[in-house]
C-alpha cells in the first residue's frame, strides 16, 4: 500500500527562505512540493489551478494584489477551505501570534530549526495543532498574570493588521486599498488600537511597533 503524499504548497517573497523551504520538505517522501510563489497573485492564481492539500505561508509577504498577513490567510480560508494552512513567521508579537492562532492551527518561527516544518505540515495535514518552540514561548507569555500588560492589549484582529501595516510604513489609503476597507474605517480602526493602547503620539505608535516586533528589528535568516 502506497503511503500518503501530501501535496504543498510554498509561499515566501524572500527566495533563499522558498529554496529552503523547498529542499527541507522535498526531502521527506511524503511530501510532493507542487508549487512556489513569492507573492499573495501568484498564490491565488496556484490555487486556483493547482489542488494542494497544505500551503506554507510566510506571513508578512508585500506585493501581490491580495495583500498578507490575516487578509490574505482569511481569503485563502474562505476561497479553499480544502486547504490547510501553515503559517511560517518571525514575528515575535505575542498578540498579533494569539489572534492567529484562533484560526491558524500550525505556526512555525523562522528562527527554529527547518526539521519543524515537516511537524507542522503532518499536522495540518491531519487537522492537528503544531506551533514551534518559540511561538510556543511566545504564546506562554499571554499567561492570565500578563494579559493586561500594556503590550498585549487587546485590540481585535482587524486593529492589530491596521496597526501592523502602519508601523510598516504604509499610509492610511494604501492599508484601505490593501484590505479592501473604506479610509474612514480604517483611521477608525488605528485610532481605537491607540485608545486601547494608551499611545498618543504617531511617534509613540512606531516605538510600539519597534519593541512588541511588529516591525522585526533584527531580519533573522532560517537555519
Avoid at 36 to 48: C, G, P, Q
Amino acid at each position: 500500500m502506497n503511503p500518503v503524499l501530501i501535496r504543498v504548497a510554498i509561499a515566501d517573497d524572500h527566495p533563499a527562505i522558498l529554496f529552503g523551504v523547498k529542499h527541507e520538505l522535498a526531502s521527506r517522501q511524503s511530501i510532493s512540493i507542487d508549487g512556489l510563489v513569492r507573492n499573495s497573485t501568484e498564490l491565488i492564481e496556484l490555487l486556483d489551478r493547482t489542488r494542494v492539500d497544505v500551503l506554507v505561508c510566510d506571513y508578512a509577504m508585500p506585493g501581490g494584489n491580495y495583500g498578507d498577513g490575516m487578509a490574505l490567510l482569511s481569503l485563502v480560508q474562505q476561497r479553499y477551505p480544502h486547504v490547510r494552512i501553515v503559517v511560517l513567521t518571525m514575528m515575535e508579537n505575542a498578540a498579533i501570534l494569539s489572534v492567529l492562532m484562533t484560526g491558524i492551527q500550525c505556526i512555525v518561527s523562522k528562527s527554529d530549526l527547518t526539521n519543524h516544518l515537516s511537524l507542522a505540515v503532518h499536522a495540518a495535514f491531519a487537522n492537528g495543532r503544531y506551533v514551534s518552540p518559540t511561538i510556543e514561548r511566545i504564546l506562554r507569555t499571554l499567561e492570565p498574570s500578563h494579559r493586561d500588560s500594556p503590550g498585549n492589549a487587546q485590540l481585535t484582529g482587524r486593529e492589530l493588521e491596521v496597526i501592523r501595516l502602519y508601523v510598516s510604513g504604509m499610509t492610511i489609503n494604501e492599508i484601505a486599498e490593501r484590505l479592501n476597507r473604506s479610509k474612514k474605517t480604517v483611521s477608525t480602526q488605528k485610532s481605537s488600537a491607540m485608545r486601547k493602547l494608551n499611545i498618543n503620539r504617531e511617534v509613540d505608535l512606531f516605538h510600539y511597533g519597534v519593541e512588541t516586533g511588529l516591525i522585526p528589528s533584527v531580519m533573522r535568516p532560517m537555519r
